[in-house]
């Protein structure tokens, strides 16, 4: 085997190594965001009932203002007693 081939193989394994290197690095990276996932999780679910929450609050306000506003309305042929 010659010089030349020789540093053509050890390029090659240096560059394998290094790629290895790069997967392992990358995997941990990917399982680390996983658990960060996995981590807010609950915390979504938490957001989605707090949302759906308010979203019923908001539809009954407007309900019970439509009532209020109808009943505040004076009655035909009555006067509103007005505060002096």
Excluded: C, N
Excluded at 61 to 83: E, F, N, Y
């Amino acid at each position: 085997m010659t010089a030349l081939e020789v540093s053509t193989l050890r390029r090659g394994y240096e560059a394998q190594e290094r790629t290895e290197r790069e997967v392992i690095g990358i995997t941990h990276r990917l399982g680390a965001v996983e658990r960060s996932v996995e981590a807010i999780r609950p915390t979504t679910a938490e957001l989605e009932k707090v949302r759906d929450r308010v979203m019923f609050a908001g539809s009954l306000g407007r309900a019970m203002w439509t009532v209020g506003k109808a009943l505040s309305r004076p009655l035909p042929g009555r006067q509103v007693p007005t505060i002096r």
